[in-house]
RNA sequence: UCCUGAGUAGCUCAAUGGCAGAGCAUUCGGCUGUUAACCGAAGGGUUGUAGGUUCGAGUCCUACCUCAGGAGCCA
């Protein structure tokens, strides 16, 4: 803006003295802070200006005695996120609503909100439509900023798995020439004259590095064009990949788990007080992260169904063959085991099956569908861990998954639904690794072939059995922090009705 | 794409077919321990848009627009 009063030097050179997350440790100090006015409540010749900085808030204090009249008419004369320097001792005070409180000795405004135009998130409710018009300054409240940490700390955990287990960064490109797995809907644009599209996935490309360098990953954006319009759907979201050649589908679970145990417990580690600002029950992450012996199944149905298939959890030969290969993929697994429990798509369709005759779920399940929706919410309520489900039809799945040689009807696939009815977080599966086969799914499938020469190489050229995963960042946020929508999980979140600001 | 619901003051919401209302925010006044402070006063409206029914429509009908969350699909 133009109006910004002139600063004195020492202000822009010099660093704040202290953040307000720091401020325990400076009680006695005269500190200056640097941010914006929260709220202010007064009481006669008192103020109570709250203070925020980006790292928390702090109660200032201004009795009209203790400063000179032009500082005291100075803080009076604030406005909500109004940007200032302020001089202070730091005290403890139990009336103080985080404990601590600022005796102001100065206050420079940076810059003064205009009364005339007031700003507008007020500390009262407002509605999502509204918030979202206004994410920019949403971004701001104590809640969002808690919630924009952990994303941080969630998306680093990720990275920091596999770059300390071996893995290899190679991202794949974004703009792609045809549909990666030709279902979903991309969005389409101009390539100098060409339909190029906005990726849907990186995983085509992660297995060809996968062949190149043993184990990979990927991380970046990700775009579908489906007209989605649920507290799940992003058109715009993150995703981390992981690929991994000579890994089977158990390795790829036992890596999902091993996966999530460490982001959980980074979250834990570091964000105790992120997750009571946003009033997240702990304990529900703590039960994710504790020994399986301390898991609770919350369903009788499990136990009954667990013995009904024995065969359909055992792994196949060829996993047995690869099972070196196996612990290697999922290095540190065993470590942190909590043994996410893990039901072949007949036991959870049994399990569906009774609870649709308790009444429990209100449409019943058939035989063969893909889980629905209610499906996958009713399942993941009976466990207190993520639940994972794998070896669906093969009719339901994609056309590069491997088929179970106990039972080719069946894909080598696994989804992960995270706890309380937040819905899968991961999807992944063991690849087909036979060039016939392959060729003939992607006919089967009426995908052009010549799209996929370059895919049908890796198997040309030195096939082994390989497996990956991709789990969705802002589901995995939602969960992990509790929010009913995917759209606080995100800065700036994309959706079928928003592209504003 | 389908189903359901909602659009009234800057914000959150009231208003049997019969005078357009409240709280918060803003402005003014009061208060030396406030906790989304409180108390008093003031300003603030083309009821999403366009038609229709009616003596009279925020309210009923039709179409459209915008948004929400559920299905499908997915992470």
């Not at 990953?217 to 799940?232: C, L």
């Not at 339901?396 to 706890?419: G, H, I, N, R």
Request: with cysteine; proline share 7%; hydrophobic share 40%.
């Amino acid at each position: 803006m133009s109006n910004l009063p002139e600063l004195e030097p020492k202000s822009v050179t010099n660093p704040p003295v202290a953040t307000i997350a720091s401020l325990a440790a400076h009680v006695g100090d005269t500190v200056t802070l640097r941010g914006w006015l929260y709220n202010i409540r007064s009481s006669g010749k008192l103020l109570f200006p709250s203070f925020r900085d980006g790292t928390g808030t702090i109660q200032g204090i201004v009795p009209k005695a203790a400063v000179s009249e032009e500082v005291f008419e100075r803080v009076k004369s604030l406005t909500q996120e109004s940007s200032i320097i302020v001089t202070g001792r730091v005290r403890a005070d139990a009336r103080a609503p985080s404990g601590f409180e600022l005796d102001v000795e100065n206050l420079e405004i940076v810059q003064l909100v205009p009364e005339s135009a007031p700003y507008p998130i007020t500390p009262k409710e407002h509605g999502t439509d509204f918030l979202m018009e206004h994410r920019h300054l949403w971004v701001r409240t104590p809640r969002q900023s808690s919630i924009l940490r952990i994303r941080a700390t969630i998306m680093r955990a990720a990275q920091e798995y596999f770059d300390t287990n071996g893995f290899v960064r190679t991202d794949p490109p974004i703009l792609t020439p045809a549909a990666c797995e030709g279902t979903s809907t991309l969005f389409e644009l101009d390539y100098f004259g060409d339909p190029a599209f906005l990726t849907q996935s990186g995983q085509l490309y992660m297995e060809a590095t996968a062949l190149a360098l043993g184990k990979v990953y990927s991380f970046g954006p990700t775009f579908r064009a489906e007209k989605s319009k649920t507290r799940r759907h992003l058109t715009e979201f993150w995703m981390i990949e992981p690929e991994v050649a000579f890994m089977d589908l158990e390795g790829d679970m036992d890596l999902a788990e091993a996966f999530l145990i460490h982001i959980v417990s980074r979250v834990l580690e570091l964000h105790r007080a992120d997750l009571n600002v946003i009033g997240r029950d702990i304990a529900k992450l703590e039960a994710v992260i504790a020994p399986s012996n301390q898991s609770v199944i919350l369903s009788e149905a499990t136990a009954g169904s667990e013995s009904k298939d024995p065969d359909a959890s055992k792994p196949s030969d060829t996993a047995q063959s690869l099972s070196a290969a196996k612990v290697e993929g999922a290095e540190g697994a065993s470590a942190a085991r909590s043994a996410f429990p893990r039901l072949s798509y007949d036991e959870a369709h049994a399990m569906l099956e009774s609870a649709f005759k308790d009444g429990k779920l209100e449409a019943p399940h058939i035989y063969g569908d893909d889980l629905g929706s209610p499906d996958e919410t009713y399942l993941s309520s009976q466990f207190d861990k993520p639940v994972m489900i794998h070896r669906y039809p093969a009719a339901s799945k994609a056309f590069y998954m491997q088929p179970d040689p106990l039972d080719p009807t069946k894909a080598l696939c696994v989804d992960v639904l995270a706890p309380e009815g937040y819905g899968e977080i991961i999807g992944g599966s063991q690849r087909v690794d036979s060039y016939d086969l392959l060729k003939a799914r992607i006919l089967e499938h009426g995908l052009p072939l010549s799209a996929f020469e370059w895919y049908l190489d890796l198997r040309r050229y030195g096939s082994v059995p390989h497996s990956g995963f991709g789990m969705g960042i802002e589901r995995a946020v939602a969960w992990i922090c509790g929010l009913d929508h995917v759209r606080e999980t995100i800065p700036f979140a994309r959706t079928l009705n928003r592209i504003y600001p």
